[in-house]
């Protein structure tokens, strides 16, 4: 019980830090499956956010493509906000493997902030500064980069509160550990504030859309 405490609590610090806004999540896992095999034996189909090649061949001497085609240095702060969210699903994928081992009530809300969070890698690839162009079909491409869905915040937010209402009121700071649920938990919660330290430049010089903080 003391484990499960400490693994809620853990739960309650990550997430509001992952309320970080959210897309149209259904079209991101549903483009592509992975087969994976269960206990049984049988085969069974997951949802996956892959949708494209693993390598892009644009990546040599120090400079990358933003999705809207503009190439910049690799160290500017479009591609630190990138690095840091690409940084921060990693360690929710590590979470959830040990979740997984664990039978935690809470594996598929992993994913599902795994694949929110591709969503906002979407939109700090796509400047707010390149959404006039000359060319139809590219602008619609951008700006189909620059919506969200405000429902994913709202369940988020249902998320924190349920598992809010299990715990008692905090009286004292959480010292990170609890086990490698609740201490990869932390790591997590630690590499998506420095995600949000690397996207709040963005927003402040309306770069991005600020919805990408709420």
Request: proline share 5%.
């Amino acid at each position: 019980m003391a484990q499960l405490h400490r693994r809620t609590m853990s739960l309650r610090t990550i997430l509001p830090l992952m309320k970080l806004g959210g897309g149209v999540w259904e079209q991101t896992v549903t483009k592509t499956a992975i087969p994976e095999i269960n206990r049984n034996s049988n085969i069974i189909w997951k949802p996956s956010c892959r949708g494209m090649k693993i390598y892009t061949r644009t990546g040599d001497k120090g400079v990358t493509s933003l999705f809207t085609g503009e190439r910049l240095p690799k160290n500017t702060k479009f591609f630190n906000a990138l690095g840091t969210t690409d940084e921060l699903s990693s360690h929710l994928g590590l979470v959830k493997a040990y979740a997984e081992e664990k039978r935690h009530e809470y594996v598929d809300q992993l994913e599902r902030i795994q694949c929110i969070l591709q969503d906002i890698s979407s939109l700090l690839a796509t400047p707010r500064n390149q959404e006039i162009s000359d060319d139809p079909e590219r602008e619609a491409r951008v700006l189909k980069r620059l919506s969200f869905n405000p429902r994913h915040i709202t369940e988020l937010e249902q998320w924190i509160d349920r598992y809010d209402s299990r715990l008692p009121p905090l009286t004292n700071f959480i010292l990170p550990g609890g086990g490698q649920v609740s201490a990869a938990l932390h790591v997590a919660r630690t590499v998506c504030r420095r995600a949000e330290r690397e996207i709040v430049p963005l927003v402040t010089e309306e770069l991005v859309d600020d919805q990408v903080l709420n």
